[in-house]
């Protein structure tokens, strides 16, 4: 790939060799954060390849490193390949916007208004009178795919601006009511990995 005269010149050491040390720390690093949200989200026969890879340039990055142990821009673009890895990783999982999360909305107000729009947009619903520290409050339960959140979000702040919502994911549900999506992006995953799901 490189010449052996180009590989012992100062542009190589000093400006070629940290950066490839750079983009492939970078590039391992981000296979991990992935690999550890796929693992989470119960993606799992995707992991082992994106193992593999990971690992293998992980070795091809260490590999450079060892030989040399004197550039100390090596070093420096390692550490800034790994936190630049990290930030990708979490930005590409953000894009996906696999799994579920459950919705508690909680508000001492009439939650009908609330409770239609949101069948109305196909999300299963759950609604639980309960007594809150200032007297009855309505709750209402919602389990959602991540990319529908905003869209929950704006609609309660439509019909309930002052109501209390938390929301957690959840790993696993047994049947409930979602919206049917063309470009469902865990489908997609499954499509493409059909050995991918958890059970």
């Known amino acids: 790939m490189f010449s052996d005269s180009f590989m012992q010149s100062e542009m190589f050491q000093w400006v070629v060799l940290p950066l490839l040390v750079f983009f492939a720390r970078m590039c391992d690093v981000t296979l991990a954060t992935l690999r550890n949200i796929f693992l989470s989200k119960s993606v799992r026969y995707i992991v082992p390849f994106l193992g593999f890879i990971e690992v293998l340039i992980w070795l091809l990055a260490i590999s450079q490193i060892m ?17 630049t890895g990290i930030f990708f990783g979490i930005k590409i999982e953000e894009r996906l916007a696999l799994g579920l999360q459950v919705m ?96």
């Open 67 to 83: 030989r040399n142990l004197n550039n100390p821009v090596c070093f420096i673009t390692y550490a800034l390949g790994y936190s």
């Open 104 to 199: 508690r909305i909680i508000t001492q107000q009439d939650a009908g208004d609330l409770r239609k729009s949101l069948v109305e947009h196909s999300f299963g619903i759950t609604t639980i009178d309960a007594e809150g520290a200032k007297g009855p409050v309505k709750i209402l339960l919602t389990v959602i795919k991540r990319k529908d959140v905003d869209l929950v979000r704006s609609l309660v702040h439509q019909h309930q601006p002052n109501a209390f919502y938390s929301v957690e994911d959840i790993r696993t549900v047994s049947k409930g009511v979602f919206p049917q999506s063309e470009g469902d992006r865990m489908s997609q995953l499954r499509r493409m990995f059909p050995f991918g799901g958890g059970k």
